[in-house]
């Protein structure tokens, strides 16, 4: 069954281009390195960084959440590392959702390790979970719902990453 729409693309399309004009404006200048999430994160990154006119390099951090594909542990394995060092770089952390903050959390620790000049944070979508999450996420484009969302990159058991908009499975 196609899960029941509740974003449209054309809703996020307009979204992804304020938040572009957004980032642009506060992001200091300098050399900047866009990482993705994957796999989460392709769709809305490729769009975002578009619509983002400044230079840039892109790079991609993958992950995989131990335990419940459902419930974040907080606790990530890198399965795929940055091909490059963000060392004096701006970064800016491109996730899809953020639940209760805390692989954002583990992935900010692990970015500022490796000294770069700064780092902000944007998501998708951000639960309502988040606001007493151990992060504050700097560009978010839509508050999500109570619900498990997919769609425009997020899965449900790896389904539903292609489709346009945002939506949720019925159950
Ligand atoms: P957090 O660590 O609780 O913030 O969870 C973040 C991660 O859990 C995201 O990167 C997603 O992969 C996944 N996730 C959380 N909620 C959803 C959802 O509603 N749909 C799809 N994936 C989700
Ligand atoms: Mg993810």
């Given at each position: 069954?196609?899960?029941?729409?509740?974003?449209?693309?054309?809703?996020?399309?307009?979204?992804?281009?304020?938040?572009?004009?957004?980032?642009?404006?506060?992001?200091?200048?300098?050399?900047?390195?866009?990482?993705?999430?994957?796999?989460?994160?392709?769709?809305?990154?490729?769009?975002?960084?578009?619509?983002?006119?400044?230079?840039?390099?892109?790079?991609?951090?993958?992950?995989?959440?131990?335990?419940?594909?459902?419930?974040?542990?907080?606790?990530?394995?890198?399965?795929?590392?940055?091909?490059?060092?963000?060392?004096?770089?701006?970064?800016?952390?491109?996730?899809?959702?953020?639940?209760?903050g805390?692989?954002?959390?583990?992935?900010?620790d692990?970015?500022?390790?490796?000294?770069?000049?700064?780092?902000?944070?944007?998501?998708?979508?951000?639960?309502?979970?988040?606001?007493?999450?151990p992060?504050?996420?700097?560009?978010?484009?839509?508050?999500?719902?109570?619900?498990?969302?997919?769609?425009?990159?997020?899965?449900?058991?790896?389904?539903?990453?292609?489709?346009?908009?945002?939506?949720?499975?019925?159950?």
């Amino acid at each position: 069954m196609l899960p029941r729409e509740l974003i449209s693309a054309a809703a996020i399309a307009t979204r992804v281009g304020a938040l572009a004009r957004e980032i642009d404006h506060k992001l200091p200048p300098g050399p900047l390195t866009v990482v993705g999430v994957l796999r989460g994160a392709f769709i809305f990154m490729s769009d975002l960084v578009r619509a983002i006119p400044r230079e840039m390099t892109c790079d991609f951090l993958g992950v995989r959440s131990y335990g419940d594909a459902t419930v974040s542990s907080g606790v990530v394995e890198i399965t795929s590392d940055l091909s490059a060092p963000i060392a004096g770089r701006h970064v800016l952390l491109v996730e899809d959702i953020a639940d209760t903050g805390l692989t954002l959390r583990y992935l900010l620790d692990l970015l500022h390790a490796r000294g770069p000049a700064s780092v902000h944070t944007c998501v998708l979508l951000a639960k309502s979970t988040l606001e007493e999450g151990p992060v504050k996420v700097d560009f978010v484009g839509f508050e999500a719902p109570d619900a498990f969302v997919v769609g425009y990159g997020l899965d449900a058991a790896q389904l539903y990453r292609n489709l346009p908009f945002v939506g949720v499975v019925e159950k």
